[in-house]
């Protein structure tokens, strides 16, 4: 790197904390100018204004105020700041909240050292880093959604219970039993995660099957 990158941790767990501070050590394009156990002590020493340029490496489970609740605090202060989620927590909620206060990255406590490393890196450089398991919740979240997949036969079951024929008027139509009927009506509903005769035809007036 062409520049040193002063780096932030705020870390709980003094084992983490020690390996992070320890890996970092060992390469002479990172300084770390602060570590803290918790937000609050992180805000105080914003507070002071003594702060220079530097990229936050912020926990979420933290003692006292989370990292998240953090976020919007810590940004008011310093709006330009970048910040890196380092953290166990992976939930699509936990990922989007932070991304929405304001972290540019989200990258996982199970990522190897040398990622965490090029997270840091990729950051100062402008860009944004999130673990491959992170990036793939947040493809999958704007992902467009399959509608669930019926068979043929099932649809025309489904048909004939919108147009309000008993199951043996449809098992007469199709030339099936009334008891496949009722299997196919089974499986309709688990497929559709529904539980009554209404949900199913609201699914199929909205166009959902």
Not at 23 to 33: A, D, G, K, M
Not at 43 to 69: C, H, R, V
Not at 143 to 154: D, G, I, S, V
Request: proline content about 4%.
């Amino acid at each position: 790197m062409s520049r040193k990158i002063e780096l932030v941790i705020v870390e709980d767990d003094p084992v983490v904390l020690e390996s992070l501070v320890s890996y970092f050590r060992l390469h002479e394009c990172v300084t770390i100018s602060k570590t803290f156990g918790s937000a609050e002590l992180l805000l105080n020493w914003i507070e002071t204004g003594e702060s220079t340029q530097f990229i936050l490496l912020l926990d979420i489970q933290l003692p006292g105020m989370t990292g998240i609740e953090a976020l919007p605090k810590i940004k008011s202060f310093l709006p330009l700041l970048d910040v890196i989620i380092l953290t166990t927590f992976e939930e699509t909620d936990s990922i989007f909240k932070a991304l929405s206060a304001g972290a540019c990255s989200y990258i996982s406590k199970r990522s190897p050292l040398p990622k965490i490393k090029e997270a840091v890196e990729t950051v100062s450089e402008g860009g944004s880093y999130m673990s491959p398991a992170i990036a793939r919740k947040i493809a999958d979240y704007f992902a467009p959604k399959k509608k669930n997949q019926l068979t043929q036969r099932q649809l025309e079951i489904v048909k004939g219970i919108v147009n309000g024929k008993s199951y043996k008027m449809i098992a007469s139509d199709l030339f099936i039993s009334l008891d496949t009927v009722r299997s196919h009506i089974k499986n309709i509903y688990t497929t559709l995660e529904i539980n009554s005769k209404a949900e199913l035809i609201r699914k199929s007036y909205n166009n959902e099957l």
